[in-house]
């Protein structure tokens, strides 16, 4: 309950929930492409979870460096 009440929209919290959902739904399209200042290509992860525990359900979002340990 404490991630659902928490005063910041973008915070970090470990615990243990179940992933229901995943968007994209072909891994082939977990990660996007964009131009780096040198114009070189950059590859980025970018994932929406569906996560659920006894208590709630909420949609964890999964970007760029935040989404390299996880993936």
């Known amino acids: 309950m404490d ?4 005063s910041q929209v973008t915070y970090k919290f ?7 959902a995943a ?7 977990f990660a996007g492409q964009r131009l780096n200042a040198e114009n070189h ?21 999964l970007y760029a460096e935040d989404a390299v340990d996880l993936v």
């Open 41 to 61: 290509a950059e590859y980025f992860y970018r994932v929406r979870l569906t996560l659920e525990d006894p208590t709630a359900r909420i949609h964890a979002y």
């Open 3 to 6: 991630i659902i009440t928490h």
């Open 14 to 20: 470990r615990c243990l929930v179940r992933v229901i």
């Open 23 to 29: 968007l994209p739904w072909k891994v082939e399209e």
